[in-house]
């Protein structure tokens, strides 16, 4: 079945640390995404890439960092430098770059800060 | 499964009523709208959506309506049930290749 996966479901970090979340889609969509999730905050924007090679900031993007090497992967790193990171991050991706199509959503990651 | 939204503004029902779900978006560039559910401790999913050259789309069970006028968007829900209850989101496009979704609705269905 085709989808997008993100691992791991849970993570935790210590202070200081580097972690990377995974993302991976095989539906063959040029676009992919990175939002962040708060309570009672929606979801907000943090890189997004509309092919490979290429990555834009989105509003949040401090803090953090993405490459897209593959189409099908666009893993994000959590910075040390993100001084409050502990969220739920979720992947998304689109058909086509173009603006006007819908996204779909991987299950999500929950990082906490220990 | 854990929260995905504190002090929502919340709408409760009883199951078999319709639901209507609001949302007031910001730009009036704006051609793409789409409603997602999301529940607990997962990934939003798509619902439906619409573009800006029409005011009504109905898929199975849910209908979104659009004024332009007025900057609003609604998902109707009929004969809503137990199942339904979730978050749900509203996104636009802003007349870029990004979304930019609301805040959301928690919406309470009792048996």
């Known amino acids: 079945d085709g989808g997008i996966t993100q691992s791991p479901k849970y993570l935790f970090r210590k202070e200081g640390q580097n972690v990377t979340l995974s993302c991976e889609q095989n539906l063959n969509h040029d676009a992919m995404y990175w939002y962040r999730q708060d309570p009672g905050q929606g979801l907000r924007l943090i890189y997004y890439s509309q092919i490979v090679n290429d990555f834009q900031k989105g509003d949040i993007a401090e803090g953090y960092s993405v490459s897209r090497e593959k189409k099908e992967s666009f893993p994000l790193t959590v910075t040390s430098a993100q001084k409050n990171p502990t969220a739920f991050y979720l992947c998304a991706s689109s058909m086509v770059a173009e603006k006007g199509y819908g996204y779909t959503f991987g299950s999500g990651t929950r990082l906490t800060v220990v | 499964g854990e929260s995905v939204g504190l002090h929502l503004p919340t709408l409760s029902v009883q199951e078999g009523d319709n639901s209507i779900i609001n949302c007031a978006y910001s730009?009036?560039?704006?051609?793409?709208f789409i409603w997602y559910k999301q529940e607990s401790g997962k990934g939003p999913q798509f619902i439906i959506d619409?573009?800006?050259?029409?005011d009504k789309r109905q898929g199975q069970r849910v209908t979104v309506l659009l004024n332009k006028t007025v900057k609003h968007l609604s998902l109707q829900i009929a004969a809503t049930q137990p199942g339904d209850s979730a978050v749900y989101f509203c996104?636009?496009?802003?007349?870029?290749?990004?979304?930019?979704f609301g805040k959301g609705t928690m919406l309470l269905v009792s048996p």
């Open positions: 619409i573009r800006s050259n029409m």
């Open positions: 730009n009036s560039a704006s051609d793409y």
């Open positions: 996104a636009e496009n802003k007349g870029y290749s990004t979304l930019t």
